[in-house]
Every structure is written in C-alpha cells, then in structure tokens.
C-alpha cells in the first residue's frame, strides 16, 4: 500500500556527497508538510565523495535510516520499498542514469513522484545539467532567475518544461544581521575548486592573513569545507590547511570548521570568491563580499554576481568598505530576505500532493534523453552506474544480496582509500608533471 494512504508519507533521499545530502535531506522537509508524519531514508551513493560520519554530522540532518548503496542496489531497494516521494540529490549524470533505472524497474506500475534539483548557484554547463535532469516530476530552481533559465532551455529544445519549479535553497535560514559583534569578525568562506590553482589560492590566503594584520582588532576566520582526507563535492587538491603551514599568522587569524550557518551567527562581514555561502549570507542581510582580485570570470564563478552590488576587491576591503546588494537582484536570486523564505516552497508541496493524489497514478518516467534521440551520449551515460541503454542493471552489475562482511567491508575502504589518494594525490603531480 503507498505510504500517503495511512496519513504519513515516505521520503527517500540518494546523494553523492555531502553538500548534496545536505540540499536532499532539507529539500526533503520542505517538501513535506510539517503536520504529516514523514519518515526519511537516506542512501549514499558509494564513490570518491561519499560523506564521512563528520561530515553529514556537520549537516545537522536526521534520517530514520542511513546506509550506502550502489546505484543498483538503490534501484532494488526503492522498488522493493513504497515510497511517496523520491529525491535525487546527485550530479546530472546520475540522475540521468537513475531516471532510465528507474523508468525501467517500475515500467507502468505505481511509483512516487521524483524531484532532483541543484545544490547551489548553476553557473555552469547549464544546458547538459538540466537535459541530463530533465524527466523528473519536478526539477527544482532555486529562484525566479533560474527557474525562467530552466523553462528557456526545455522549451528551446522542444522538451516539456512543466516540471520546472520555482522554491529556494533549503539551507537558508538563521537570524538577520543586526551587527555590533565583538570583535568584529570577517570569514572567508573557502571552496574546494575555485580557484583551482595554487599561485591563486596562495594570493587568496596572503590577502586574508594581511586582513588580519592591518586590522588587529578585528577576528578574521578562514571558513574550510572539509578537513584532510575527506571529500566534499568537489575536489580539492590544494586544501588551505597546507597552504597555512609555516606561515607566520597573526594572533586574530584561525580557522574554523563546522554548520555554516553557525559561522554566519557571529559574522560582520562575509568574503568569498564565489560560494553559495554568499546567499546564505545575504539571506540573513550579512554584508557579503564577492571579490574581483582574480578577475571576473566564468570559470571563477563570480560572474553570477554581476549585478548584486557585492563584487569587491580586497583592496577595497582592506580601506573599510562594506558592499551594499542590490534589492532588486537578491529578490530574484531566491535569497529572500524579505521575510518571504517560509511560502517559497509552498507551490513545490502543493504540486506533489497533486501528483500523489493523480487519478491512475503517476505515468512512467519520460526523460529527454533516449536511446534514440542522443545514441551517442546516453549508453556512456548509463554504463557508468551499470546500467544497459534500455535501464536494466548488466551482467555482473556490483549489487548485495545481503549487508557485506568484515572481508567485505574493509576491501571497500581500502579500494575506496587508494581511489581518494590517487585522485587528491597522485592526479595533481601528473598533471602538473604534464606542464613542464
């Protein structure tokens, strides 16, 4: 029996890292009423990103149950189970591949409504991303700007554009700025792939060290995503903690770890490059700062800002100066910040119950992508999570018919061990040997 018919619903969550299981598991309980009885599962898709116990810790999420999978021990366990509602927390490829395994292991049959979506700000490979999302119930956009980019693309490429979504990012949220912190305190959020070289992320470092030396009695905070050995959903291959060693630090510079939103509490002054923690910050009326000191570029990201009132350079920090966003820019990029946050995900839920309660069920699952509109791209796709052109699981596809033992377990960490330091290792030396 589908769980929406014993007045509580039943959500499930696949993510690829971290910051994904974060987006997923607080997308989740928005979506969901707050008067329902909701039960949550969580699956982690095992690979280089999967979250530590520290790190989905660190999220602050609970699910009443949490186990990692492989994406056809996922697909076996969602058809096994009755869920209402699914969300895929995961890179386009992955929700692409799940979709075609999912439209393939329930057929025409009943199933829940399925939503995916972006973590953050979508700066990048807008088009791909969204065609290798499109053929869930609801893809959803983080603001009005993304969701009439979102509609523009489908509708450009003939496919249906219905399930596109207006809500915000899940994550928003904390009490405004009302200032007067003691010390005054500055943090640079830091990011683990932008910029993506270390002559950058050394001038990035030295800029905020300086900070700190010329106003002393400031606290000034280098905000890091993840401690050494741990992956985040990018890789970083020049963490700041390495960066920092041997380096004379003032007195007034640290830095800190934990829930982003507890850093914001006692921030006066929000510095990044380009990370969502900027929204989150401009939510709460933060004074935010994107900087311009490597340029204004694509590949940085920062461009998305353009507009917002907040590009600054460190120069211009340096003198006292506190950027002022632009009203009119924060309203489209879903921050919020005028009190609006509690209603932005109301459309979203209304739209579920609508295709819970549907006449005949749900039809199955009709992505853009098929065998035959993209021959070329698609099988590659799918291959990559053991998946056949048509969504069925290959011979030989990795899947447990029962929880691994002792054995098991620890061939997995120690594959997965060499996997991580190849990537955070090894890759970087040939890749720079390739550039002598």
């Not at 953050?120 to 991303?129: C, F, I, Q, S």
């Not at 350079?313 to 309203?331: C, I, N």
Request: net charge positive.
């Amino acid at each position: 029996m589908p769980a929406s018919a014993t007045n509580s619903l039943r959500v499930a969550v696949l993510a690829d890292s971290d910051t994904r299981w974060k987006w997923g598991a607080l997308t989740a309980q928005r979506l969901t009423p707050t008067a329902a009885g909701v039960r949550l599962d969580g699956y982690l898709l095992r690979g280089r990103a999967t979250p530590t116990a520290r790190q989905l810790r660190e999220v602050g999420v609970r699910a009443d149950s949490l186990r990692e999978v492989t994406g056809v021990e996922f697909l076996r366990a969602v058809t096994e189970e009755s869920y209402d509602v699914l969300v895929l927390a995961l890179v386009g490829g992955g929700v692409q591949a799940m979709l075609h395994g999912l439209r393939a292991a329930w057929g025409s049959g009943p199933r829940p409504v399925v939503v995916t979506g972006y973590v953050g700000v979508v700066y990048e490979k807008l088009a791909d991303g969204l065609l290798l999302r499109h053929g869930a119930d609801l893809v959803l956009a983080n603001s009005r700007h993304d969701a009439d980019r979102f509609r523009a693309v489908y509708e450009g490429v003939g496919a249906d554009a219905s399930a596109v979504t207006e809500v915000a990012l899940p994550f928003l949220g904390g009490a405004p700025y009302t200032g007067g912190h003691e010390p005054y305190t500055v943090v640079f959020a830091a990011q683990p792939s932008v910029p993506d070289n270390r002559r950058d992320r050394t001038y990035l470092l030295g800029r905020l060290i300086e900070h700190a030396r010329k106003h002393p009695e400031r606290e000034v905070l280098l905000k890091l995503r993840s401690k050494p050995g741990e992956h985040t959903t990018h890789i970083e291959e020049l963490p700041y903690q390495k960066l920092v060693q041997n380096q004379d630090l003032p007195a007034n510079f640290r830095l800190v770890y934990g829930h982003m939103g507890e850093v914001l509490d006692r921030t006066d002054l929000l510095v990044t490059v380009s990370s969502t923690a900027a929204l989150e910050a401009l939510h709460r009326r933060v004074p935010t700062a994107v900087l311009t000191d490597l340029g204004v570029r694509e590949v940085l990201g920062n461009h998305h800002f353009t507009g917002s009132g907040c590009l600054a350079s460190w120069d211009q920090l340096d003198a006292g100066h506190r950027p002022v966003p632009d009203e009119e820019w924060v309203a489209r990029q879903g921050v919020c910040a005028d009190g609006t946050y509690d209603t932005a995900f109301d459309s979203a839920r209304e739209r579920i119950a609508r295709l819970l309660g549907r006449p005949g069920g749900l039809p199955p699952l009709n992505p853009y992508y098929t065998p035959a509109t993209a021959p070329g791209y698609l099988p590659g796709i799918l291959a990559r999570h053991h998946l056949g052109p048509d969504g069925v699981p290959l011979p030989g596809a990795p899947a447990a018919d029962k929880a691994p033992g002792p054995v098991r377990q620890i061939v997995r960490r120690a594959a997965r061990g060499a996997y991580r330091h190849g990537v955070q290792r090894v890759a970087p030396v040939i890749r720079r040997m390739g550039e002598l």
